[in-house]
């Protein structure tokens, strides 16, 4: 299997596209699992697919490393957008990629020689209610600074989608945070019977955040796009931050918009490629 390795700020996929190549329906949670081992396959954070849409210009399909389908990746839409440009597949500078979680926008920010510098990805409107994360409760309510137990320590959680699902955290100082621990007890808690992606946010000043992620399905990873929307959403219903942040990940920075004018929320940021190899399945 062809396969191209990228990454957006170190948030690492495999991914194939699916123009030249074919994979079966049944096969492809085991292919992700295995091209993720670190030891015994190529090393990532999960599989992207790449693949015709009937209803956009493109499709992305996300598997984290456990082989679970997500339904959006914010890192992984910025990828597919640099990869079709720059292999050829569009010429277009402003395309739609369909996902699980519904059909964004990517434009593309050239630097002289063609190359796509970075991309703004229109991710659409925060859902907010329980019904559409999912949170267990009263499905029209919204889940804002509910307090949630583990292991005896209460944390104060608000619940954005994105597509997928994020509860978010905020905390004095990210570097106390043992984020190892505490993720997946919160990822398999049973307030979210879906998991959930878990974010920890320190908020730096009204426009700056500091922010460590626990992916569902991936563990800790460097950044997560769909996960820094999500932050700044959550900043801005409780009134911590500004309409447009500058987010501090691992791997680097992004810069999340949440319009005050159509309620979309508007990620720009760096994709890279790092190497094209073939996987012997
Ligand atoms: N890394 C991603 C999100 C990937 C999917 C997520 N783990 C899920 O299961 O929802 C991003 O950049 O948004």
Request: hydrophobic share 40%; glycine share 10%; net charge negative.
């Amino acid at each position: 299997m062809k396969f191209t390795k990228m990454h957006g700020l170190g948030n690492n996929y495999i991914y194939v596209n699916l123009f030249e190549e074919t994979l079966r329906e049944e096969e492809l949670a085991d292919v992700a699992i295995r091209v993720s081992d670190v030891n015994t396959g190529i090393g990532s954070d999960g599989m992207i697919l790449i693949a015709p849409s009937e209803q956009a210009d493109f499709k992305m399909r996300i598997f984290n490393q456990d082989g679970s389908e997500g339904k959006n990746c914010g890192n992984g839409l910025r990828c597919v957008a640099k990869f079709v440009y720059e292999r050829g597949l569009t010429d277009k500078k402003i395309f739609s990629i369909e996902t699980l979680g519904g059909i964004v926008e990517a434009r593309l920010h050239l630097n002289g020689e063609n190359r796509v510098e970075s991309i703004t990805v229109d991710m659409g409107k925060p859902r907010l209610r329980k019904k559409d994360i999912p949170v267990v409760g009263d499905p029209e309510s919204e889940m804002i600074m509910e307090p949630v137990e583990v292991d005896g320590n209460t944390y104060r959680i608000t619940c954005v989608s994105m597509g997928n699902p994020h509860a978010v955290i905020f905390v004095d100082d990210v570097e106390t945070i043992d984020v190892t621990n505490l993720g997946p007890k919160l990822e398999h808690h049973p307030l979210f019977p879906e998991r959930v992606n878990v974010e920890f946010i320190q908020v730096v000043s009204r426009d700056e955040i500091i922010f460590r992620v626990w992916e569902r399905g991936s563990g800790v990873t460097q950044a997560c796009g769909t996960g820094a929307c999500a932050a700044v959403v959550a900043g801005i219903l409780n009134g911590k931050l500004n309409r447009k942040v500058l987010v501090h990940l691992l791997g680097g920075d992004l810069e999340i918009e949440w319009s005050e004018e159509n309620g979309k929320v508007y990620m720009t940021g760096p994709a890279t490629f790092v190497c094209d190899g073939i996987f012997y399945k």
